[in-house]
C-alpha cells in the first residue's frame, strides 16, 4: 500500500518534469537546429544581466536559431568553468561568454576552442585577452577608451579641471576610467581622483569636502550609480546641481532622473544589449558562413535589416572600429533619455 | 536499533551455516536492501540517469567528455560530502565547510604568492592549518556542549570574512592570480592535485578508436581528473572506517545516543572532535584541489558548499539526527546533485529550473528516507 503511494510520487514526479516549459524559443526555419549558448558569471540574482537575456532570446529570433543562457546559480568562477566544458561536450554551434577571470577561464575555453565551435567573448576582459583564449570578437566597452571620450565631450565643454569620484579603487576599470577622461582634458588624473568607498553618507561628505576646499574644480566623474547617487544630492544641497559639469558612467533610476532634470550632463551606457546580441549573432554567422574574420561578420551582421530595426526601437549605438566592434560608450544625454528610460531593465 | 544497523545487515549473505545462528533472524534479501540507508540514493540516481536519458540522451550528457564534465562536479562534492556524512552520522553539523574551502585556498595561495613559500609547503600548512580550526571547532562543541549548529555558524562568517581580509591585504583585490603557473612548477603538489592522469591510458583507447578524437589528433578527454581519485580514495577509507572498524561503531553510537555511548565507554569527545578534524580536511582538500584546477584563489569560492554538502548526504539516507547514515550514500548524493546541476544544462530547460528540481530531489529523497526509515524501525 505505501509502496504504492511512494511509485505515485515518483510518477506524479516525472509527469511534473516532462511537463516542464522548456524554454528556448522554438524556432522553425532552416537554421532551428542550431543551438547557441551565452554564459555569464553572475549569480541568478544579478539584475543587470536581465537585459542580455532579453537580448539573446530577440537575437535567436532573429536568426531562427536557438539559445541558452547559463550561468552558476551561485556566481562561483569555478562552476562556470564547468560551465564552459559542459559546453563543448555538448557541441553547442557556438559559444558566447563573459572573460570573468583570465585564469579560471583559459582552460575550460581551450577546450571549446580544441573542437572548432567558434566563441565570441563579451563584458569584461580585454581584447589582448580575448584573442588569446581562442575568440574571434570581444564585445564590450573598453574602459580607458571610454573615460577618454567622455573627457573629449567635457573638454569641448571648456573643461578644464575635474574631481573623479571613484568608490571602486580596488577595481583597475575604475582608474580606467579617470585616467581616459584625466588624459582628454589634460590634467593628471592622480592628482584629481578621490576614494569614496561605497558608503553613500561618506561617498556625500567626502565630495562636497573636495568641492570646498577644490572651488574652482570644472567637472565631476562619477563610475556608476554607487558614486553618482550622493553626488547628484551634494550638488543639490551646494547649489550646483545643473551649474557644474557632471557626468557619470552606468545608468540607475536616480541617475535618468537628474539627466531628466538637466543635473547630470551625460550617463555613459555600455549598453548591454548590444553585447548579448552580437555576440550571439556573431556566433551565428561564424558558425554558418565558416569564417573567422571579425571583419566580414561584422559587414554581414550590419547588413541584416532584423539588427537595424533593433537598434532602431531602443536607441542603440554600437561602435565600430578597424578590427573590430564595441558596444559603448553610448552617451544618454537630455535628448535620448525618454528611449532609454522607457526600455531601462528591459533591454537598455 | 538504527545505530547498529549497517554491521548487521553487512552480515546477510553469509553461508546457511551462519545463518542458522539462533540469536540472528532471517532477512530478506530484499527487505535488507530496503534497510540500508543508500538504498534511497541508488535510487534516485537510477531514476535520475532515466529521466536525462530520456530529456538529453543524444545532447553529449553521456559522451566520454560529458561524463567527465558531470563527474568532476559531483567529485569534488563528493569529497565534502563524505565529511559532512561522517559528522551527521555521529550527530553534529558542520556550517564552515563552504568557508574553510575558500579559507583553504587562500592559505595556500597567500604564503606562495607573497611570503616566498615553496607550494608544498604552503599546501601543508593550508592542511595544518584547517585540520587546527576543525580541532577547535569541535572543541568548542563539546566543550560548551552549544549545538555544533551555531558553533560552525559563528565560523562561517569568520572564515569567510578572513579569507576577504588576507585576499584584499596581500593582492589588493578578491581574487589572487597566477598560482596555477606556480603549483604546475612544483612537483609534488602537481603530482598529487593537479589537473588529470592515466594519460597512456586515454591515448592508447583513442588510438584504437575507443574514444573520440578533436580535430588536432588529440583524444577528447585526455585523462582521468585526479579529483575523481581522491574522492574514491576518502570514500574507501571513510566507509571502511565506518563499517568495519571500532572506531565506526562508536561513530553511530555517539550519534544515537551521546549519553548511552558515554556510559559504555565510548570517548564521545574525542570521537566528535576527530570527526570535526576529519571535515576541516574535506573542505581543505576540496580547496586546494580547486585552486590547483582554476589556478587562482578567491574569495568567494565555496559559496553555499557546507549546504550542497549536508543536502548530498541527506539526500544519501543520513539523518539529522544523527546514529544512521552510510558514506555510500552520500557519494550518490553527491553523483545526484552532480548529475542535477551540469545535467540540466545538457535539457532543454531553462536552467532557473535548476533549484526547483533540486528542491524537489530534496523533498524527494527526505519522505523517502522517512517511509524507509519507518519500515525498517517498526516492520518486523
Same mark, same amino acid.
Given at each position: 500500500?505505501? &509502496?504504492?503511494?511512494i511509485?505515485?510520487?515518483?510518477a506524479?514526479l516525472?509527469?511534473?518534469?516532462?511537463?516542464?516549459p522548456a524554454?528556448s524559443?522554438?524556432?522553425?526555419?532552416p537554421h532551428?537546429?542550431e543551438?547557441?549558448?551565452l554564459i555569464?558569471?553572475?549569480?541568478?540574482? /544579478?539584475?543587470?544581466?536581465?537585459?542580455?537575456?532579453?537580448s539573446?532570446?530577440?537575437?535567436?529570433e532573429?536568426?531562427?536559431?536557438q &539559445? /541558452?543562457?547559463?550561468?552558476?546559480?551561485?556566481?562561483d568562477?569555478?562552476?562556470?568553468?564547468?560551465?564552459?566544458?559542459?559546453?563543448? $561536450?555538448?557541441?553547442?554551434?557556438?559559444? $558566447?561568454?563573459?572573460?570573468?577571470?583570465y585564469?579560471v577561464?583559459s582552460?575550460?575555453a581551450m577546450?571549446i576552442?580544441?573542437?572548432g565551435i567558434?566563441v565570441v567573448t563579451?563584458?569584461?576582459?580585454?581584447?589582448?585577452?580575448?584573442k588569446?583564449?581562442?575568440?574571434?570578437l570581444?564585445?564590450g566597452?573598453?574602459?580607458y577608451?571610454?573615460?577618454?571620450?567622455?573627457?573629449?565631450?567635457?573638454k569641448?565643454?571648456?573643461?578644464?579641471?575635474?574631481v573623479c569620484?571613484?568608490?571602486?579603487?580596488t577595481?583597475v576599470?575604475?582608474?580606467?576610467r579617470?585616467?581616459?577622461f584625466?588624459?582628454?582634458?589634460g590634467?593628471?588624473?592622480?592628482?584629481?581622483?578621490? /576614494?569614496?568607498?561605497?558608503?553613500?553618507?561618506?561617498?556625500?561628505s567626502?565630495?562636497?569636502?573636495?568641492?570646498?576646499s577644490?572651488?574652482?574644480?570644472?567637472?565631476v566623474?562619477a563610475?556608476?550609480?554607487?558614486? $553618482?547617487e550622493?553626488?547628484?544630492?551634494v550638488?543639490?544641497?551646494?547649489?550646483?546641481?545643473?551649474?557644474?559639469y557632471?557626468?557619470?558612467f552606468?545608468?540607475?533610476?536616480a541617475i535618468?532622473?537628474? &539627466?531628466?532634470k538637466g543635473e547630470?550632463?551625460?550617463?555613459i551606457?555600455?549598453?548591454?544589449?548590444?553585447?548579448?546580441y552580437?555576440? &550571439?549573432?556573431?556566433?551565428v554567422?561564424?558558425?554558418e558562413?565558416?569564417?573567422k574574420?571579425?571583419?566580414?561578420?561584422i559587414a554581414?551582421?550590419?547588413?541584416?535589416?532584423?539588427?537595424?530595426?533593433r537598434?532602431?526601437?531602443y536607441g542603440?549605438?554600437?561602435?565600430?572600429?578597424a578590427?573590430?566592434?564595441?558596444?559603448?560608450?553610448?552617451?544618454?544625454?537630455?535628448?535620448?533619455v525618454?528611449?532609454v528610460?522607457?526600455?531601462?531593465?528591459?533591454?537598455? | 536499533?538504527?545505530a547498529?544497523?549497517?554491521?548487521?545487515?553487512? @552480515?546477510?549473505?553469509?553461508?546457511?551455516?551462519?545463518?542458522?545462528?539462533?540469536?540472528?533472524r532471517?532477512i530478506? #534479501?530484499?527487505r535488507?536492501?530496503?534497510?540500508? #540507508?543508500?538504498?534511497?540514493?541508488?535510487?534516485?540516481?537510477?531514476?535520475?540517469?532515466?529521466?536525462?536519458?530520456?530529456f538529453?540522451?543524444d545532447s553529449g550528457?553521456?559522451?566520454?567528455?560529458?561524463?567527465?564534465?558531470?563527474s568532476t562536479?559531483?567529485?569534488?562534492?563528493?569529497?565534502?560530502?563524505v565529511?559532512?556524512?561522517?559528522?551527521?552520522?555521529?550527530?553534529?553539523f558542520d556550517?564552515?565547510?563552504?568557508?574553510?574551502?575558500?579559507?583553504?585556498?587562500?592559505m595556500m595561495?597567500?604564503?606562495a604568492?607573497?611570503?616566498?613559500?615553496?607550494?608544498?609547503? @604552503?599546501?601543508?600548512?593550508?592542511f595544518?592549518?584547517?585540520?587546527?580550526?576543525?580541532?577547535?571547532?569541535?572543541?568548542?562543541?563539546?566543550r =560548551?556542549?552549544l549545538?555544533?549548529f551555531?558553533? =560552525?555558524?559563528?565560523?562561517?562568517?569568520?572564515?569567510?570574512?578572513?579569507?576577504?581580509v588576507?585576499?584584499?591585504h596581500?593582492?589588493?583585490?578578491?581574487?589572487?592570480?597566477?598560482?596555477?603557473?606556480?603549483?604546475?612548477? *612544483? #612537483?609534488?603538489?602537481?603530482?598529487?592535485f593537479?589537473g588529470? =592522469?592515466?594519460?597512456?591510458?586515454?591515448g592508447?583507447?583513442?588510438?584504437i578508436?575507443?574514444?573520440?578524437?578533436l #580535430?588536432?589528433?588529440?583524444?577528447?578527454v585526455?585523462?582521468?581528473?585526479?579529483?575523481?581519485?581522491?574522492?574514491?580514495g576518502?570514500?574507501?577509507?571513510?566507509?571502511f572506517?565506518l563499517?568495519?572498524?571500532?572506531?565506526?561503531?562508536w561513530?553511530?553510537?555517539?550519534?544515537?545516543?551521546?549519553n548511552?555511548a558515554?556510559?559504555?565507554?565510548?570517548?564521545?569527545?574525542?570521537?566528535?572532535?576527530s570527526?570535526f578534524?576529519?571535515t576541516?580536511f574535506?573542505?581543505?582538500?576540496?580547496?586546494v584541489?580547486q585552486?590547483?584546477?582554476?589556478?587562482?584563489?578567491?574569495a *568567494?569560492?565555496?559559496l553555499?558548499?557546507?549546504?550542497?554538502a549536508?543536502i548530498?548526504?541527506?539526500?544519501?539516507?543520513?539523518?539529522?539526527?544523527?546514529g544512521y547514515?552510510?558514506?555510500?550514500?552520500?557519494?550518490?548524493g553527491?553523483?545526484i546533485?552532480?548529475v542535477?546541476?551540469?545535467?540540466?544544462?545538457?535539457?532543454?530547460f531553462?536552467?532557473?529550473?535548476?533549484?526547483?528540481?533540486l528542491?524537489?530531489?530534496?523533498?524527494?529523497?527526505?519522505?523517502?528516507?522517512?517511509?524507509?526509515?519507518?519500515r525498517a524501525t517498526?516492520?518486523k
Amino acid at each position: 500500500m505505501r &509502496v504504492r503511494k511512494i511509485s505515485l510520487w515518483l510518477a506524479t514526479l516525472m509527469a511534473g518534469a516532462m511537463a516542464l516549459p522548456a524554454t528556448s524559443i522554438a524556432a522553425d526555419g532552416p537554421h532551428a537546429n542550431e543551438r547557441y549558448v551565452l554564459i555569464s558569471h553572475a549569480p541568478d540574482s /544579478d539584475s543587470w544581466w536581465n537585459t542580455i537575456k532579453n537580448s539573446i532570446k530577440q537575437a535567436g529570433e532573429d536568426f531562427g536559431v536557438q &539559445v /541558452d543562457y547559463r550561468n552558476p546559480p551561485n556566481g562561483d568562477l569555478a562552476d562556470m568553468a564547468r560551465l564552459l566544458e559542459q559546453s563543448a $561536450a555538448r557541441n553547442y554551434n557556438g559559444v $558566447a561568454f563573459d572573460i570573468a577571470d583570465y585564469d579560471v577561464l583559459s582552460k575550460p575555453a581551450m577546450r571549446i576552442t580544441a573542437k572548432g565551435i567558434p566563441v565570441v567573448t563579451l563584458n569584461s576582459g580585454t581584447d589582448a585577452e580575448s584573442k588569446k583564449l581562442g575568440a574571434i570578437l570581444h564585445i564590450g566597452q573598453p574602459e580607458y577608451d571610454a573615460g577618454k571620450a567622455a573627457g573629449e565631450r567635457a573638454k569641448a565643454a571648456g573643461v578644464k579641471s575635474f574631481v573623479c569620484v571613484n568608490h571602486y579603487a580596488t577595481n583597475v576599470a575604475s582608474l580606467q576610467r579617470c585616467k581616459g577622461f584625466g588624459d582628454a582634458v589634460g590634467v593628471d588624473y592622480r592628482g584629481s581622483m578621490i /576614494d569614496t568607498g561605497v558608503d553613500p553618507t561618506v561617498v556625500a561628505s567626502k565630495v562636497s569636502a573636495y568641492l570646498r576646499s577644490h572651488p574652482d574644480t570644472g567637472a565631476v566623474l562619477a563610475l556608476g550609480p554607487n558614486s $553618482a547617487e550622493p553626488t547628484i544630492q551634494v550638488l543639490e544641497r551646494m547649489g550646483k546641481a545643473g551649474k557644474l559639469y557632471f557626468g557619470t558612467f552606468d545608468l540607475s533610476p536616480a541617475i535618468i532622473e537628474a &539627466v531628466k532634470k538637466g543635473e547630470l550632463n551625460f550617463a555613459i551606457d555600455q549598453q548591454p544589449y548590444l553585447q548579448g546580441y552580437m555576440s &550571439v549573432a556573431a556566433a551565428v554567422i561564424a558558425y554558418e558562413d565558416k569564417t573567422k574574420d571579425p571583419a566580414a561578420i561584422i559587414a554581414k551582421l550590419k547588413a541584416n535589416p532584423k539588427f537595424q530595426q533593433r537598434l532602431k526601437t531602443y536607441g542603440l549605438e554600437p561602435i565600430y572600429t578597424a578590427d573590430g566592434v564595441r558596444s559603448g560608450p553610448a552617451f544618454v544625454t537630455k535628448d535620448n533619455v525618454s528611449t532609454v528610460e522607457k526600455y531601462a531593465g528591459q533591454y537598455r | 536499533m538504527s545505530a547498529i544497523t549497517p554491521p548487521m545487515t553487512g @552480515s546477510i549473505g553469509k553461508t546457511p551455516a551462519a545463518q542458522a545462528d539462533e540469536r540472528i533472524r532471517r532477512i530478506s #534479501p530484499w527487505r535488507a536492501l530496503l534497510n540500508r #540507508p543508500e538504498f534511497g540514493s541508488i535510487a534516485g540516481t537510477l531514476l535520475i540517469f532515466i529521466l536525462f536519458g530520456f530529456f538529453a540522451g543524444d545532447s553529449g550528457m553521456f559522451n566520454l567528455d560529458g561524463v567527465m564534465n558531470w563527474s568532476t562536479v559531483a567529485a569534488y562534492l563528493g569529497i565534502i560530502a563524505v565529511g559532512a556524512c561522517v559528522l551527521m552520522i555521529a550527530g553534529e553539523f558542520d556550517l564552515s565547510i563552504g568557508s574553510m574551502i575558500g579559507f583553504a585556498g587562500m592559505m595556500m595561495a597567500v604564503p606562495a604568492m607573497f611570503l616566498g613559500w615553496p607550494m608544498w609547503a @604552503s599546501m601543508l600548512f593550508a592542511f595544518a592549518g584547517c585540520m587546527a580550526l576543525g580541532w577547535l571547532n569541535g572543541y568548542l562543541v563539546v566543550r =560548551t556542549r552549544l549545538p555544533s549548529f551555531i558553533v =560552525t555558524l559563528a565560523f562561517m562568517f569568520i572564515l569567510r570574512g578572513l579569507t576577504l581580509v588576507l585576499s584584499t591585504h596581500f593582492s589588493n583585490s578578491t581574487i589572487v592570480s597566477g598560482v596555477g603557473d606556480k603549483l604546475s612548477a *612544483d #612537483p609534488v603538489v602537481h603530482t598529487l592535485f593537479q589537473g588529470t =592522469t592515466l594519460h597512456g591510458l586515454f591515448g592508447w583507447l583513442a588510438t584504437i578508436g575507443l574514444i573520440e578524437k578533436l #580535430p588536432n589528433g588529440e583524444p577528447v578527454v585526455g585523462g582521468l581528473p585526479k579529483v575523481l581519485l581522491w574522492w574514491l580514495g576518502v570514500a574507501a577509507v571513510a566507509g571502511f572506517i565506518l563499517s568495519r572498524t571500532r572506531f565506526g561503531n562508536w561513530i553511530f553510537m555517539v550519534g544515537g545516543d551521546s549519553n548511552a555511548a558515554q556510559n559504555v565507554g565510548v570517548p564521545v569527545r574525542r570521537v566528535k572532535i576527530s570527526l570535526f578534524v576529519f571535515t576541516a580536511f574535506c573542505a581543505c582538500l576540496f580547496g586546494v584541489l580547486q585552486v590547483a584546477d582554476v589556478g587562482s584563489a578567491a574569495a *568567494d569560492r565555496g559559496l553555499q558548499k557546507e549546504f550542497e554538502a549536508i543536502i548530498a548526504a541527506v539526500i544519501g539516507g543520513a539523518l539529522l539526527t544523527g546514529g544512521y547514515g552510510s558514506v555510500l550514500g552520500a557519494c550518490f548524493g553527491a553523483l545526484i546533485f552532480g548529475v542535477v546541476q551540469i545535467g540540466i544544462s545538457y535539457t532543454n530547460f531553462d536552467s532557473d529550473w535548476y533549484r526547483v528540481f533540486l528542491g524537489g530531489m530534496l523533498l524527494l529523497a527526505v519522505l523517502f528516507n522517512h517511509y524507509i526509515r519507518s519500515r525498517a524501525t517498526t516492520g518486523k
